[in-house]
């Protein structure tokens, strides 16, 4: 698909890629995928309800420093079909499927910025963005993306005061 490949060109830079498949659900309806955000969430998914996903591929966080916004368990995926007018497979388990953990939405800083990589733009169209949780999920990204990196990045630093009582109780 020519308009992945456009994508995957920005991305590998940044250390990830979208995969070319389309995710599924072990439910009665493959095609239902509900996210709930965890405890804790990421910034973006903080005050998002329960929210169904629409057709979705995923992405391989590679080597990227990002973090998952959106990681959903319990899925599986199916390569394109491309003798389809839309790519879209029909739903079978096949040997070639993937399952288990996939990334739906990845959040990374870039240089200055920051970017995040969605994978269901369905969610967005003018027919589902007043569902639940997708205008929410809209605003999330805007909002993260419409804040500056600390100069420091807080994370490593966090990391080692977290080492330091973890060693301690080790040699206790």
């Keep these: 698909d020519k308009s992945s490949t456009i994508m995957n060109d920005i991305t ?46 995923s992405i391989d966080p590679g080597r990227s420093r990002g973090r998952p916004v959106v990681a959903n368990t319990g899925l599986w995926s199916m390569g ?25 939405v990845w959040a990374a800083r870039h240089g200055l910025g920051r970017a995040v990589a969605f994978t269901d733009s369905t969610i967005f169209s003018n027919f589902c963005v007043f569902q639940p949780g997708k205008a929410e999920l809209m605003l999330g990204m805007i909002e993260w993306l419409n804040h500056d990196n600390p100069p420091l990045d807080p994370r490593p630093w966090l990391l080692l005061l977290g080492l330091l009582p973890l060693v301690s109780g080790l040699w206790m």
């Design 12 to 57: 590998r830079k940044m250390g990830f890629i979208f995969r070319d498949d389309l995710l599924f659900s072990f439910n009665e309806s493959p095609y239902d995928q509900l996210y709930v955000p965890p405890t804790p969430p990421h910034p973006i998914v903080q005050h998002m309800p329960p929210m169904d996903f629409a057709v979705s591929c």
């Design 80 to 104: 394109p079909a491309y003798h389809h007018d839309n790519y879209h497979p029909f739903p079978q388990h096949c040997p070639e499927m993937r399952y288990g953990a996939f990334v739906q």
